[in-house]
Protein backbone atom coordinates (compact mmCIF):
# COMPACT_ATOMS: atom_id res chain seq x y z
CA UNK A 1 0.00 0.00 0.00
CA UNK A 2 3.24 2.44 0.59
CA UNK A 3 4.82 1.51 -2.40
CA UNK A 4 0.93 2.61 -4.02
CA UNK A 5 1.02 6.03 -2.53
CA UNK A 6 4.59 6.92 -2.86
CA UNK A 7 4.02 5.75 -7.09
CA UNK A 8 1.37 8.13 -7.14
CA UNK A 9 2.67 10.72 -5.27
CA UNK A 10 6.30 10.65 -7.69
CA UNK A 11 4.20 10.72 -10.66
CA UNK A 12 1.83 13.66 -9.55
CA UNK A 13 4.97 15.46 -8.69
CA UNK A 14 6.75 15.08 -11.75
CA UNK A 15 4.21 16.58 -13.86
CA UNK A 16 2.70 19.21 -10.92
CA UNK A 17 3.22 23.25 -11.00
CA UNK A 18 5.06 23.14 -7.78
CA UNK A 19 8.03 20.89 -9.01
CA UNK A 20 8.65 23.34 -11.50
CA UNK A 21 8.21 26.48 -9.38
CA UNK A 22 10.42 25.15 -6.88
CA UNK A 23 12.91 24.62 -9.55
CA UNK A 24 11.91 28.26 -10.90
CA UNK A 25 12.33 30.09 -6.86
CA UNK A 26 16.18 28.31 -7.08
CA UNK A 27 16.90 30.14 -10.06
CA UNK A 28 15.45 33.63 -9.30
CA UNK A 29 17.01 33.35 -6.13
CA UNK A 30 20.12 32.68 -7.67
CA UNK A 31 20.15 35.48 -10.28
CA UNK A 32 18.97 38.31 -7.17
CA UNK A 33 21.73 37.35 -5.04
CA UNK A 34 23.33 40.77 -5.70
CA UNK A 35 19.79 42.68 -6.23
CA UNK A 36 18.56 41.27 -3.10
CA UNK A 37 21.37 42.25 -1.02
CA UNK A 38 21.67 45.53 -2.01
CA UNK A 39 18.41 47.41 -3.82
CA UNK A 40 16.94 47.74 -0.20
CA UNK A 41 20.36 48.51 1.64
CA UNK A 42 18.70 52.53 1.29
CA UNK A 43 15.71 51.22 2.99
CA UNK A 44 15.74 48.93 5.93
CA UNK A 45 17.34 46.35 4.69
CA UNK A 46 20.06 46.54 7.55
CA UNK A 47 17.43 46.72 10.33
CA UNK A 48 15.92 43.30 9.15
CA UNK A 49 19.29 41.90 8.87
CA UNK A 50 20.23 42.67 12.12
CA UNK A 51 16.78 40.71 13.30
CA UNK A 52 18.03 37.31 11.26
CA UNK A 53 21.65 37.90 12.78
CA UNK A 54 20.58 38.67 16.35
CA UNK A 55 17.81 35.38 16.13
CA UNK A 56 20.74 33.26 15.33
CA UNK A 57 22.68 34.78 18.07
CA UNK A 58 19.91 34.11 20.61
CA UNK A 59 19.27 30.62 19.48
CA UNK A 60 23.16 30.00 19.63
CA UNK A 61 22.59 30.88 23.28
CA UNK A 62 19.44 28.28 24.04
CA UNK A 63 17.32 31.25 24.01
CA UNK A 64 14.79 29.92 20.65
CA UNK A 65 11.85 32.45 21.47
CA UNK A 66 13.60 35.57 22.57
CA UNK A 67 11.85 38.64 23.47
CA UNK A 68 15.12 40.74 22.95
CA UNK A 69 17.69 41.36 20.67
CA UNK A 70 21.01 41.75 22.11
CA UNK A 71 22.72 42.85 18.46
CA UNK A 72 20.95 46.15 18.57
CA UNK A 73 22.00 49.29 20.90
CA UNK A 74 25.09 47.27 21.53
CA UNK A 75 24.31 44.77 23.48
CA UNK A 76 21.63 47.06 25.85
CA UNK A 77 18.56 44.94 24.18
CA UNK A 78 16.11 45.77 21.95
CA UNK A 79 12.64 44.87 22.02
CA UNK A 80 12.22 44.27 18.37
CA UNK A 81 11.03 40.20 18.23
CA UNK A 82 8.25 41.30 20.52
CA UNK A 83 6.91 43.82 17.93
CA UNK A 84 8.09 42.34 14.92
CA UNK A 85 7.16 38.52 14.38
CA UNK A 86 10.03 36.07 14.12
CA UNK A 87 8.61 33.22 12.39
CA UNK A 88 9.74 33.43 8.85
CA UNK A 89 13.32 34.00 10.43
CA UNK A 90 14.23 31.40 11.91
CA UNK A 91 15.47 29.30 8.68
CA UNK A 92 17.62 32.25 7.66
CA UNK A 93 19.09 32.20 11.21
CA UNK A 94 19.76 28.74 11.50
CA UNK A 95 21.56 29.68 8.01
CA UNK A 96 23.98 32.21 9.32
CA UNK A 97 24.44 30.24 12.40
CA UNK A 98 26.62 27.48 10.21
CA UNK A 99 27.90 29.51 7.55
CA UNK A 100 28.50 32.92 9.32
CA UNK A 101 27.17 34.62 5.80
CA UNK A 102 24.71 37.54 6.14
CA UNK A 103 24.11 37.72 2.71
CA UNK A 104 23.78 34.06 2.10
CA UNK A 105 21.37 34.10 5.11
CA UNK A 106 19.36 36.96 3.68
CA UNK A 107 19.23 35.09 0.56
CA UNK A 108 17.86 32.14 1.59
CA UNK A 109 15.19 34.44 3.07
CA UNK A 110 14.69 35.81 -0.34
CA UNK A 111 14.48 32.03 -1.60
CA UNK A 112 12.27 31.04 1.21
CA UNK A 113 9.98 33.90 0.35
CA UNK A 114 9.91 33.72 -3.06
CA UNK A 115 9.03 29.76 -2.62
CA UNK A 116 6.12 30.13 -0.19
CA UNK A 117 5.04 32.93 -2.81
CA UNK A 118 5.21 31.25 -5.96
CA UNK A 119 3.25 28.27 -3.87
CA UNK A 120 0.12 30.19 -2.83
CA UNK A 121 -0.19 32.04 -5.55
CA UNK A 122 -0.61 28.74 -7.69
CA UNK A 123 -2.51 27.34 -5.24
CA UNK A 124 -5.27 30.34 -5.17
CA UNK A 125 -5.19 30.73 -8.71
CA UNK A 126 -5.83 27.02 -9.30
CA UNK A 127 -8.91 27.40 -6.84
CA UNK A 128 -10.02 30.41 -9.03
CA UNK A 129 -9.85 29.50 -12.70
CA UNK A 130 -9.41 25.58 -12.16
CA UNK A 131 -6.32 26.39 -14.89
CA UNK A 132 -3.06 25.01 -13.96
CA UNK A 133 -1.19 26.91 -16.48
CA UNK A 134 -2.88 30.58 -15.48
CA UNK A 135 -1.71 29.65 -12.34
CA UNK A 136 1.72 28.60 -12.68
CA UNK A 137 2.15 31.54 -15.07
CA UNK A 138 0.35 34.14 -12.18
CA UNK A 139 2.74 32.42 -9.39
CA UNK A 140 5.60 33.80 -11.27
CA UNK A 141 4.53 36.77 -12.23
CA UNK A 142 3.54 37.52 -8.70
CA UNK A 143 7.01 36.29 -7.55
CA UNK A 144 8.78 39.29 -9.70
CA UNK A 145 6.20 42.14 -8.76
CA UNK A 146 7.08 43.36 -5.01
CA UNK A 147 10.89 42.80 -4.70
CA UNK A 148 12.71 45.23 -2.60
CA UNK A 149 12.86 42.45 0.20
CA UNK A 150 14.63 44.56 2.48
CA UNK A 151 11.40 46.45 2.87
CA UNK A 152 9.89 45.00 5.78
CA UNK A 153 6.22 44.84 3.47
CA UNK A 154 7.71 42.69 1.44
CA UNK A 155 7.75 40.27 3.81
CA UNK A 156 3.77 39.52 3.52
CA UNK A 157 3.86 39.04 -0.03
CA UNK A 158 3.19 35.17 0.01
CA UNK A 159 -0.11 35.24 2.25
CA UNK A 160 -1.52 38.45 -0.39
CA UNK A 161 -3.04 35.50 -2.73
CA UNK A 162 -4.03 33.38 -0.02
CA UNK A 163 -6.24 36.76 1.91
CA UNK A 164 -7.53 37.67 -1.81
CA UNK A 165 -8.64 33.76 -1.94
CA UNK A 166 -10.04 33.83 1.53
CA UNK A 167 -12.85 36.48 0.71
CA UNK A 168 -13.57 34.88 -2.79
CA UNK A 169 -14.23 31.19 -1.35
CA UNK A 170 -16.74 32.90 1.48
CA UNK A 171 -18.27 35.30 -0.54
CA UNK A 172 -18.31 33.91 -4.72
CA UNK A 173 -17.59 29.90 -3.67
CA UNK A 174 -20.41 29.73 -0.33
CA UNK A 175 -17.52 28.11 1.47
CA UNK A 176 -17.78 29.16 4.54
CA UNK A 177 -14.60 27.20 6.71
CA UNK A 178 -12.82 30.01 8.54
CA UNK A 179 -9.65 28.49 9.02
CA UNK A 180 -7.50 29.39 6.16
CA UNK A 181 -8.85 33.30 6.63
CA UNK A 182 -7.80 32.73 10.20
CA UNK A 183 -4.21 31.61 9.47
CA UNK A 184 -3.69 34.16 6.83
CA UNK A 185 -4.88 36.98 9.70
CA UNK A 186 -2.92 35.64 12.66
CA UNK A 187 0.56 35.03 10.17
CA UNK A 188 0.03 38.61 8.69
CA UNK A 189 -0.17 40.50 12.39
CA UNK A 190 2.85 38.13 13.40
CA UNK A 191 4.84 39.20 10.51
CA UNK A 192 4.20 43.30 9.81
CA UNK A 193 1.37 45.03 11.65
CA UNK A 194 1.51 48.00 9.38
CA UNK A 195 0.57 45.81 6.38
CA UNK A 196 -1.61 44.38 8.15
CA UNK A 197 -3.67 47.30 8.48
CA UNK A 198 -2.95 48.39 4.55
CA UNK A 199 -4.33 44.71 3.63
CA UNK A 200 -7.76 45.67 6.23
CA UNK A 201 -8.33 48.70 4.61
CA UNK A 202 -8.01 47.21 1.16
CA UNK A 203 -10.48 43.96 2.01
CA UNK A 204 -12.36 46.23 3.68
CA UNK A 205 -13.07 47.56 0.94
CA UNK A 206 -13.87 44.10 -1.19
CA UNK A 207 -16.35 43.32 1.53
CA UNK A 208 -18.16 46.33 0.80
CA UNK A 209 -18.12 46.06 -2.89
CA UNK A 210 -19.79 42.76 -2.49
CA UNK A 211 -21.96 43.36 0.39
CA UNK A 212 -25.12 42.22 -1.57
CA UNK A 213 -23.64 39.54 -1.51
CA UNK A 214 -22.94 38.83 2.14
CA UNK A 215 -25.33 36.75 4.54
CA UNK A 216 -25.69 35.95 7.61
CA UNK A 217 -23.57 32.73 7.47
CA UNK A 218 -20.86 34.72 5.59
CA UNK A 219 -20.47 37.53 7.91
CA UNK A 220 -20.10 34.87 10.55
CA UNK A 221 -18.10 32.90 9.11
CA UNK A 222 -15.69 35.93 8.29
CA UNK A 223 -16.10 36.87 12.38
CA UNK A 224 -15.14 33.15 13.77
CA UNK A 225 -11.95 34.05 11.30
CA UNK A 226 -11.24 36.86 13.29
CA UNK A 227 -11.77 35.39 16.66
CA UNK A 228 -9.91 32.48 15.61
CA UNK A 229 -6.75 34.32 14.39
CA UNK A 230 -6.86 35.64 17.81
CA UNK A 231 -5.97 32.26 19.14
CA UNK A 232 -3.08 31.55 16.74
CA UNK A 233 -1.41 34.52 17.57
CA UNK A 234 -1.95 35.16 20.95
CA UNK A 235 1.39 34.87 22.07
CA UNK A 236 2.53 37.55 19.86
CA UNK A 237 -0.84 39.97 20.61
CA UNK A 238 -0.94 39.04 24.32
CA UNK A 239 3.16 40.13 24.87
CA UNK A 240 2.22 43.18 22.52
CA UNK A 241 -0.07 44.75 24.40
CA UNK A 242 1.18 44.06 27.52
CA UNK A 243 4.37 45.64 26.66
CA UNK A 244 2.84 48.89 25.58
CA UNK A 245 0.65 49.12 28.63
CA UNK A 246 3.42 49.11 30.08
CA UNK A 247 5.37 52.55 28.83
CA UNK A 248 4.37 54.97 26.47
CA UNK A 249 6.76 54.09 23.60
CA UNK A 250 8.36 56.46 20.73
CA UNK A 251 5.82 54.95 18.40
CA UNK A 252 2.83 56.28 19.80
CA UNK A 253 3.63 59.87 19.10
CA UNK A 254 1.67 59.89 16.37
CA UNK A 255 3.63 62.57 14.48
CA UNK A 256 7.05 61.66 15.83
CA UNK A 257 10.01 63.52 14.57
CA UNK A 258 12.51 60.94 14.36
CA UNK A 259 13.79 59.84 11.63
CA UNK A 260 12.02 62.10 9.51
CA UNK A 261 10.47 65.52 10.49
CA UNK A 262 6.98 65.83 11.73
CA UNK A 263 6.44 67.95 8.93
CA UNK A 264 7.24 65.30 6.24
CA UNK A 265 4.61 62.70 7.73
CA UNK A 266 1.75 61.95 6.07
CA UNK A 267 1.78 65.06 3.53
CA UNK A 268 1.31 63.53 0.34
CA UNK A 269 1.54 65.18 -3.01
CA UNK A 270 -0.56 65.16 -6.30
CA UNK A 271 -2.44 62.12 -7.90
CA UNK A 272 0.30 62.79 -10.94
CA UNK A 273 3.09 62.62 -8.26
CA UNK A 274 2.18 59.85 -6.41
CA UNK A 275 1.96 57.58 -9.73
CA UNK A 276 5.34 59.65 -11.31
CA UNK A 277 7.09 58.54 -8.20
CA UNK A 278 5.75 54.74 -7.63
CA UNK A 279 8.13 51.87 -7.01
CA UNK A 280 6.66 49.25 -9.52
CA UNK A 281 5.45 51.17 -12.82
CA UNK A 282 4.45 48.61 -14.58
CA UNK A 283 1.25 48.47 -12.56
CA UNK A 284 0.01 51.42 -14.86
CA UNK A 285 0.27 49.94 -17.82
CA UNK A 286 -1.29 47.00 -16.19
CA UNK A 287 -4.34 48.48 -15.27
CA UNK A 288 -4.73 50.22 -18.43
CA UNK A 289 -5.14 46.97 -20.02
CA UNK A 290 -7.58 46.46 -16.98
CA UNK A 291 -9.47 49.10 -18.16
CA UNK A 292 -9.78 48.33 -21.62
CA UNK A 293 -10.87 44.70 -21.42
CA UNK A 294 -12.91 45.77 -17.86
CA UNK A 295 -16.50 44.67 -19.04
CA UNK A 296 -14.82 41.10 -20.05
CA UNK A 297 -13.07 40.44 -16.32
CA UNK A 298 -14.76 38.88 -13.76
CA UNK A 299 -16.43 40.02 -10.87
CA UNK A 300 -13.94 39.75 -8.74
CA UNK A 301 -11.61 40.68 -10.81
CA UNK A 302 -12.87 43.94 -11.62
CA UNK A 303 -13.38 44.76 -7.51
CA UNK A 304 -9.55 43.69 -7.31
CA UNK A 305 -8.81 46.80 -10.30
CA UNK A 306 -11.44 49.29 -8.58
CA UNK A 307 -10.02 49.13 -5.47
CA UNK A 308 -6.55 49.21 -6.41
CA UNK A 309 -7.32 52.54 -8.14
CA UNK A 310 -9.19 53.64 -5.25
CA UNK A 311 -6.29 52.96 -2.99
CA UNK A 312 -3.69 55.40 -5.03
CA UNK A 313 -6.32 57.81 -4.79
CA UNK A 314 -6.12 58.09 -0.63
CA UNK A 315 -2.82 57.92 -0.92
CA UNK A 316 -3.07 61.39 -2.74
CA UNK A 317 -3.32 64.68 -1.46
CA UNK A 318 -7.17 64.52 -2.63
CA UNK A 319 -7.95 62.99 1.05
CA UNK A 320 -7.73 65.02 3.76
CA UNK A 321 -4.90 63.75 5.01
CA UNK A 322 -4.19 66.94 6.99
CA UNK A 323 -7.24 65.45 9.24
CA UNK A 324 -6.18 61.59 9.25
CA UNK A 325 -2.58 62.15 9.93
CA UNK A 326 -4.26 62.69 13.66
CA UNK A 327 -5.43 59.58 14.14
CA UNK A 328 -4.02 55.91 14.46
CA UNK A 329 -3.31 55.75 10.56
CA UNK A 330 -0.49 58.49 11.47
CA UNK A 331 1.16 54.70 12.23
CA UNK A 332 1.67 54.87 8.30
CA UNK A 333 4.12 57.67 8.52
CA UNK A 334 3.66 58.07 4.35
CA UNK A 335 0.95 57.38 2.61
CA UNK A 336 2.60 55.60 -0.22
CA UNK A 337 2.54 52.26 2.26
CA UNK A 338 -1.33 52.26 0.99
CA UNK A 339 0.00 51.58 -2.04
CA UNK A 340 3.45 49.51 -2.16
CA UNK A 341 1.65 45.86 -2.54
CA UNK A 342 -1.03 46.41 -5.09
CA UNK A 343 0.84 44.77 -8.35
CA UNK A 344 -0.17 41.56 -6.35
CA UNK A 345 -3.57 42.44 -6.99
CA UNK A 346 -3.67 43.63 -10.40
CA UNK A 347 -1.86 40.26 -11.56
CA UNK A 348 -4.52 38.29 -9.90
CA UNK A 349 -7.30 40.19 -11.24
CA UNK A 350 -6.02 39.85 -14.91
CA UNK A 351 -4.45 36.09 -14.71
CA UNK A 352 -7.66 35.13 -13.39
CA UNK A 353 -10.01 36.26 -15.94
CA UNK A 354 -8.38 38.04 -18.96
CA UNK A 355 -7.91 36.06 -22.05
CA UNK A 356 -4.44 33.81 -22.30
CA UNK A 357 -2.95 36.55 -24.96
CA UNK A 358 -3.59 39.15 -22.07
CA UNK A 359 -1.82 36.91 -19.39
CA UNK A 360 1.24 35.90 -21.65
CA UNK A 361 1.42 39.71 -21.96
CA UNK A 362 1.42 40.54 -18.68
CA UNK A 363 3.45 37.37 -17.34
CA UNK A 364 6.27 37.86 -19.77
CA UNK A 365 6.03 42.12 -19.36
CA UNK A 366 6.43 41.83 -15.62
CA UNK A 367 8.95 39.06 -15.73
CA UNK A 368 11.19 41.35 -18.20
CA UNK A 369 11.07 44.84 -16.21
CA UNK A 370 11.74 42.56 -13.24
CA UNK A 371 15.24 41.18 -14.92
CA UNK A 372 15.76 45.12 -15.84
CA UNK A 373 15.38 46.89 -13.29
CA UNK A 374 16.81 44.30 -10.20
CA UNK A 375 19.33 41.29 -11.65
CA UNK A 376 20.83 43.43 -14.53
CA UNK A 377 20.66 47.18 -12.57
CA UNK A 378 22.08 46.12 -9.50
CA UNK A 379 25.66 43.90 -10.56
CA UNK A 380 28.80 42.76 -8.65
CA UNK A 381 30.34 46.06 -9.91
CA UNK A 382 27.18 48.65 -10.39
CA UNK A 383 25.06 49.99 -7.93
CA UNK A 384 22.62 53.10 -9.18
CA UNK A 385 22.82 54.67 -5.53
CA UNK A 386 25.89 57.11 -5.65
CA UNK A 387 23.76 60.08 -5.21
CA UNK A 388 22.61 58.08 -1.78
CA UNK A 389 26.28 57.58 -1.18
CA UNK A 390 27.34 54.49 -2.37
CA UNK A 391 30.36 54.84 -4.22
CA UNK A 392 31.48 51.20 -3.79
CA UNK A 393 30.73 48.24 -5.67
CA UNK A 394 28.22 46.06 -4.98
CA UNK A 395 30.74 43.00 -3.97
CA UNK A 396 32.56 45.57 -1.35
CA UNK A 397 28.91 46.42 -0.18
CA UNK A 398 28.18 43.02 0.57
CA UNK A 399 31.97 42.33 2.10
CA UNK A 400 31.43 44.98 4.53
CA UNK A 401 27.76 44.09 5.63
CA UNK A 402 29.09 40.29 6.11
CA UNK A 403 32.04 41.57 7.99
CA UNK A 404 29.43 43.93 10.49
CA UNK A 405 27.47 41.08 10.96
CA UNK A 406 29.80 38.65 12.14
CA UNK A 407 31.53 41.72 14.02
CA UNK A 408 27.74 42.14 15.81
CA UNK A 409 27.41 38.41 16.26
CA UNK A 410 30.71 37.71 18.30
CA UNK A 411 31.53 41.16 19.87
CA UNK A 412 27.55 42.56 20.05
CA UNK A 413 28.96 45.16 23.09
CA UNK A 414 31.45 46.33 20.54
CA UNK A 415 29.53 46.50 17.27
CA UNK A 416 25.73 46.96 16.93
CA UNK A 417 22.47 47.44 14.39
CA UNK A 418 20.83 50.51 13.92
CA UNK A 419 17.34 50.33 15.96
CA UNK A 420 16.39 52.63 12.57
CA UNK A 421 12.86 54.28 13.83
CA UNK A 422 13.53 54.09 17.52
CA UNK A 423 9.80 52.97 17.57
CA UNK A 424 10.01 50.83 20.55
CA UNK A 425 12.07 52.88 23.03
CA UNK A 426 10.42 55.28 25.28
CA UNK A 427 8.71 58.20 24.49
CA UNK A 428 11.30 60.40 25.80
CA UNK A 429 14.32 58.82 24.87
CA UNK A 430 17.13 61.26 23.64
CA UNK A 431 18.02 59.54 19.73
CA UNK A 432 21.86 60.85 19.97
CA UNK A 433 21.80 58.82 23.48
CA UNK A 434 21.27 55.86 21.92
CA UNK A 435 23.71 56.24 19.26
CA UNK A 436 26.63 57.58 21.32
CA UNK A 437 27.07 55.27 23.58
CA UNK A 438 25.59 56.33 26.66
CA UNK A 439 23.30 53.81 27.05
CA UNK A 440 25.90 51.50 27.35
CA UNK A 441 27.20 53.16 30.85
CA UNK A 442 25.75 52.98 34.30
CA UNK A 443 24.30 56.16 36.15
CA UNK A 444 24.86 56.29 39.79
CA UNK A 445 26.92 58.16 42.79
CA UNK A 446 30.09 57.06 42.84
CA UNK A 447 30.60 58.78 46.25
CA UNK A 448 27.72 56.49 47.76
CA UNK A 449 27.91 53.73 46.22
CA UNK A 450 30.63 51.41 43.95
CA UNK A 451 30.22 49.21 41.34
CA UNK A 452 32.38 46.33 40.54
CA UNK A 453 33.55 43.03 38.40
CA UNK A 454 31.13 43.98 35.71
CA UNK A 455 30.34 41.09 33.57
CA UNK A 456 28.37 41.32 30.26
CA UNK A 457 26.67 37.22 28.80
CA UNK A 458 24.12 36.62 26.80
CA UNK A 459 20.82 38.17 28.61
CA UNK A 460 22.45 38.82 31.76
CA UNK A 461 24.59 41.63 33.43
CA UNK A 462 26.04 40.89 36.57
CA UNK A 463 28.27 43.24 38.52
CA UNK A 464 29.03 43.36 42.90
CA UNK A 465 27.54 46.40 44.54
CA UNK A 466 28.96 47.80 47.29
CA UNK A 467 26.80 50.60 49.44
CA UNK A 468 29.24 53.45 51.49
CA UNK A 469 26.30 54.43 52.84
CA UNK A 470 23.09 53.03 54.93
CA UNK A 471 21.06 54.99 52.11
CA UNK A 472 19.46 53.27 49.61
CA UNK A 473 20.93 54.33 46.13
CA UNK A 474 19.47 54.01 42.47
CA UNK A 475 21.58 52.67 39.83
CA UNK A 476 20.47 53.10 36.23
CA UNK A 477 22.06 49.55 34.45
CA UNK A 478 22.95 49.55 30.76
CA UNK A 479 19.68 48.03 29.79
CA UNK A 480 16.66 49.38 28.44
CA UNK A 481 13.23 48.76 30.89
CA UNK A 482 10.82 46.37 29.14
CA UNK A 483 8.21 44.52 31.81
CA UNK A 484 9.88 41.19 32.24
CA UNK A 485 13.45 42.41 33.68
CA UNK A 486 14.40 40.76 36.50
CA UNK A 487 16.97 40.93 39.30
CA UNK A 488 18.79 38.21 41.49
CA UNK A 489 20.36 39.30 44.58
CA UNK A 490 23.07 37.42 46.33
CA UNK A 491 25.86 37.55 48.73
CA UNK A 492 24.26 39.71 51.24
CA UNK A 493 22.72 42.21 48.56
CA UNK A 494 19.20 43.63 48.16
CA UNK A 495 17.18 45.43 46.56
CA UNK A 496 14.30 46.45 43.97
CA UNK A 497 13.17 44.88 40.60
CA UNK A 498 14.28 46.77 37.39
CA UNK A 499 12.08 49.62 36.40
CA UNK A 500 11.82 53.16 35.16
CA UNK A 501 12.79 56.74 36.90
CA UNK A 502 9.87 58.93 37.16
CA UNK A 503 9.89 62.69 37.38
CA UNK A 504 6.88 65.47 37.12
CA UNK A 505 6.79 67.11 34.27
CA UNK A 506 7.03 71.08 34.26
CA UNK A 507 4.34 73.24 32.93
CA UNK A 508 6.59 74.61 30.15
CA UNK A 509 7.02 70.81 29.09
CA UNK A 510 3.66 70.21 29.42
CA UNK A 511 2.93 73.26 26.80
CA UNK A 512 6.13 71.82 24.28
CA UNK A 513 4.16 68.33 24.34
CA UNK A 514 0.65 69.97 23.38
CA UNK A 515 2.41 72.00 20.76
CA UNK A 516 4.21 68.74 19.33
CA UNK A 517 0.87 66.73 19.44
CA UNK A 518 2.54 64.30 21.52
CA UNK A 519 1.07 62.03 24.54
CA UNK A 520 -0.34 64.35 27.28
CA UNK A 521 1.81 62.59 30.01
CA UNK A 522 2.15 64.32 33.49
CA UNK A 523 5.65 62.74 34.03
CA UNK A 524 8.51 61.83 31.92
CA UNK A 525 11.36 58.99 31.81
CA UNK A 526 14.68 59.81 32.70
CA UNK A 527 18.00 58.06 31.42
CA UNK A 528 16.33 57.22 28.04
CA UNK A 529 14.07 54.44 29.26
CA UNK A 530 16.76 52.63 31.09
CA UNK A 531 16.39 50.20 34.05
CA UNK A 532 17.45 50.86 37.19
CA UNK A 533 17.37 49.32 40.85
CA UNK A 534 17.18 50.58 44.14
CA UNK A 535 19.69 49.06 45.83
CA UNK A 536 19.67 48.35 50.03
CA UNK A 537 22.71 46.51 50.80
CA UNK A 538 25.84 45.75 49.32
CA UNK A 539 26.26 42.42 47.55
CA UNK A 540 26.44 40.46 43.79
CA UNK A 541 23.56 41.08 41.64
CA UNK A 542 22.54 39.60 38.58
CA UNK A 543 20.12 41.20 35.85
CA UNK A 544 18.08 39.29 33.30
CA UNK A 545 15.02 39.21 31.25
CA UNK A 546 12.45 36.45 31.67
CA UNK A 547 9.18 35.95 30.34
CA UNK A 548 5.65 37.41 31.96
CA UNK A 549 3.11 35.18 33.35
CA UNK A 550 0.83 36.83 30.49
CA UNK A 551 3.77 35.91 27.71
CA UNK A 552 3.73 32.32 29.22
CA UNK A 553 0.00 31.94 28.84
CA UNK A 554 -0.28 33.30 25.64
CA UNK A 555 2.44 31.74 23.98
CA UNK A 556 0.87 28.25 25.51
CA UNK A 557 -2.86 29.24 24.30
CA UNK A 558 -0.89 30.19 20.75
CA UNK A 559 0.81 26.58 20.96
CA UNK A 560 -1.91 24.42 21.23
CA UNK A 561 -4.47 26.27 18.82
CA UNK A 562 -2.04 25.22 16.05
CA UNK A 563 -1.78 21.58 17.33
CA UNK A 564 -5.69 21.41 17.55
CA UNK A 565 -5.83 23.17 14.38
CA UNK A 566 -3.39 20.64 12.60
CA UNK A 567 -4.88 18.22 14.19
CA UNK A 568 -8.64 19.20 13.02
CA UNK A 569 -7.43 19.27 9.38
CA UNK A 570 -5.60 15.97 9.39
CA UNK A 571 -8.55 14.22 10.25
CA UNK A 572 -10.21 16.00 7.86
CA UNK A 573 -7.74 15.71 4.96
CA UNK A 574 -7.86 11.65 6.78
CA UNK A 575 -11.52 11.37 5.81
CA UNK A 576 -11.38 13.29 2.94
CA UNK A 577 -8.82 11.48 0.97
CA UNK A 578 -10.28 7.59 2.50
CA UNK A 579 -11.88 6.62 -0.20
CA UNK A 580 -9.21 7.62 -2.80
CA UNK A 581 -7.11 5.44 -1.12
CA UNK A 582 -9.81 2.36 -1.08
CA UNK A 583 -10.19 3.01 -5.20
CA UNK A 584 -6.45 2.18 -5.05
CA UNK A 585 -6.60 -0.73 -3.24
CA UNK A 586 -8.96 -2.47 -5.71
CA UNK A 587 -7.57 -1.09 -9.00
CA UNK A 588 -4.18 -2.97 -7.85
CA UNK A 589 -6.21 -6.27 -6.15
Known amino acids: MKIIKLFYKLRDMRYSNYFYLFLYSIIFTLISFVSANVSSIIYDYPFHLGRIVGLAHSIRHGDYLPNLNYLFLNGSGYAVPMFYGNWMFY ?61 GMSAVVPLIPLLVYGIYKVIYLDKLNPFLLAVTIALLVQTHIISTIVLAIFSLFLVIFNITKLTLKKIRSFFLSLIISFFLMSGFIIQYLEQNKSQEFFVNWKLRDFPFPTEALMSPGSLIEIIQNYYWPEIFIFLIISFVIF ?21 SNLVPWSILKNTFLAVFQYTERLIYLLP ?10 ASKTIVYIVVTLQLVIYLFAFPLKFTAQSVPYAERGYQSTATAIMDNTNRDALNAYTFPLNYTYDTSGDEYLNIDVNH ?9 KFNFDSDRIEISNIRHGYNKLEFDVNLKSLEKQTVVIPRIWYKGYNVEYSKGASGSQPHLVYIDRTDREREELKKSRKPNLVQKVLYDGRAAIDISSSGHVIVQYKKTLMQWVGFVFEFLSFILLIAYCSLKYGYVHH ?4 QLKEKFV
Open 432 to 440: ESIRNGTIQ
Open 91 to 151: IPALVFIKTKIATFAFTVFVGQTTLFTVFSTNYVLEKITKSKLRSFLGAIAVSCSVTYFGF
Open 344 to 353: IFVIIALVSS
Open 579 to 582: NKIE
Open 295 to 315: FKLSDYSKQLIIVTSLMFVLS
